[in-house]
């Protein structure tokens, strides 16, 4: 995380939660421009394995990245697809959807204490950036750039 919790708006404050094989994961509201339901996806040939398809979203053509696929999680057995939805994210004009199980609660982490991600080492591809504790566990914040695949010049863009 770039900013000092404490120093940040409350709008820089607020995560989008939501769940990945029975992880909580969680998105900056700042870059989420909206969240739909799953639905058809055209797939591109060649494309990444994690890389689901596109999708026209209002005039434009949004990749739709597989949350669990791009993190290397496991799928897990009875997932109710029903609660399944395409979180949009933005990034230096980017849009990109992450299909997640399901879109849980807010979270303020103005007032949380971050920690490094347990058990793993520095990556400058890494798309957790930090964790934080929530409900007897935690939940992971993503880098919206990173986990997007995007390059680093967008950081300076967005």
């Not at 993190?71 to 939805?85: M, N």
Request: glycine share 12%.
């Amino acid at each position: 995380m770039n900013q000092d919790p404490l120093a940040m708006t409350p709008a820089e404050r607020g995560w989008l939660i939501f769940h990945l094989a029975g992880q909580a994961y969680a998105a900056p509201l700042t870059k989420v421009s909206e969240v739909i339901r799953d639905g058809e996806v055209t797939p591109v040939p060649g494309a990444a394995g994690d890389l689901l398809g596109i999708r026209h979203l209002r005039g434009r053509i949004v990749p739709v990245l597989d949350g669990c696929l791009r993190l290397g999680l496991a799928r897990q057995a009875g997932v109710d697809d029903a609660r399944a939805r395409i979180v949009v994210l933005s990034h230096g004009g980017n849009l990109v959807g992450l299909r997640v199980d399901a879109v849980g609660d807010l979270l303020d982490v103005g007032e949380q204490t971050l920690a490094p991600p347990p058990g793993r080492t520095v990556r400058n591809d890494d798309p957790v950036e930090a964790v934080v504790p929530w409900q007897g566990g935690f939940v992971a914040l993503l880098d919206v750039r990173r986990m997007c695949r995007l390059p680093e010049e967008l950081d300076h863009v967005a």
